[in-house]
DNA sequence: CTAAGCTCTGTATTAACTACAGAGTCAACA
DNA sequence: TGTTGACTCTGTAGTTAATACAGAGCTTAG
C-alpha cells in the first residue's frame, strides 16, 4: 500500500506519516523502483496505536519508551501500568490547573459590567501596580 | 533600573523580557552608553500585565489586542470582556477533554492486573487491529 | 503517449520561550 | 589604576509535534 492508503486508513497526514519515519517510531518501509514507498499491514497496526496513543495524549516519548518495550518483547504489564498511570496523574495536575485558572478568570471578568465605559475590572486587575 | 533588576521585580526570565521587546509586546527602553537596557517604572508595569495575562492562559496575540486597546485608551470595558468570555470558554472545552481522556486512561488501565506477565491489556488497547 | 494525480525531498513555519557561545560592560576593591 | 567577578549584549539554535509549502519526479488510466 502506498502512502496514501496507509494516511487514509490511519486516518493521519501524509507529513506525519513521513515525520514518524524520519524521528524513528515507524520503521523505514521498503520502495518502489521509483522511490515512493510501500507500507504492509503491521506498518498500519503500529501508525494506528502510535495515533491512538497521541489521542490519549502520550507523548512522542512516552510513546517511544512503550514501542520499545513492544518491540523487545520483554515488557510486563507493570512496566506499561506505571507508564499509564504517571500519565493519568499529569492529566488530573492539568485539569485541576486548568480549573482553578477558570474560576480565577471567571471571577474577574463577572465584575466587569460589560459596558461601554473604558473602566473594566478585568485590566485593572491585570495592570494593577500590585 | 537594568534588565537583571526588572527580571527579579516581574518575576520574568532576562532572555523572555529580550524576546517580549524583540516580538514587540515591550516598549524598547533607553540604553546606557555601553549598550545595557534602562527600564522604568512603567516597562515593570507592563510586563507584571504580560506575565500575569500568560498565566491566566491568554495567548501572545489575546495580550497583544489588550495592550492594544489599552495603548488606544479606547477600549470599553465590553471589548475585553468578550476576549475573557472566550478565552473561559477554550479553558472550560480543554477541561471537558481532559476529563474524557482520563476516564478512558483510567478505565483502560484499571483492566491491567500490573503484574509481571506480558499480557497487557493496555498494549491491546491501543494495537489491536481495530 | 500523455495528463492527472500521486509522491518525493528538503526547508520553513507554528507557540512561547529557553539555552547557549563568545564578546563586551560595569562596579567595587586593593 | 588595575583587575576581578558579576552582569549584560547579540545572534543563533533548540524545544514539541506536527504542518505547509516548492519544485521535481513517478504512476497509471485512457
Do not use: W
Not at 513492544?70 to 490547573?97: E, F, M, P, T, W
Request: aromatic share 6%; charged share 30%.
Amino acid at each position: 500500500m502506498k502512502i496514501g492508503e496507509l494516511s487514509k486508513h490511519a486516518n493521519c497526514k501524509i507529513e506525519t506519516i513521513r515525520y514518524y519515519e524520519k524521528i524513528e517510531l515507524l520503521p523505514k518501509p521498503l520502495r518502489t523502483d521509483g522511490g515512493y514507498r510501500i507500507y504492509n499491514e503491521s506498518h498500519l497496526k503500529r501508525l494506528v496505536f502510535i495515533r491512538r496513543s497521541r489521542e490519549l495524549g502520550f507523548t512522542i516519548e512516552d510513546i517511544r519508551v512503550l514501542l520499545q518495550l513492544v518491540d523487545g518483547g520483554s515488557y510486563s504489564c507493570n512496566d506499561i501500568k506505571l507508564i499509564a498511570i504517571k500519565h493519568i496523574n499529569d492529566i488530573r495536575q492539568k485539569i485541576s490547573d486548568l480549573k482553578k485558572l477558570e474560576k480565577t478568570l471567571s471571577r474577574i471578568s463577572s465584575k466587569c459590567s460589560g459596558n461601554s465605559t473604558p473602566e473594566c475590572p478585568i485590566i485593572d486587575a491585570l495592570y494593577s501596580s500590585k
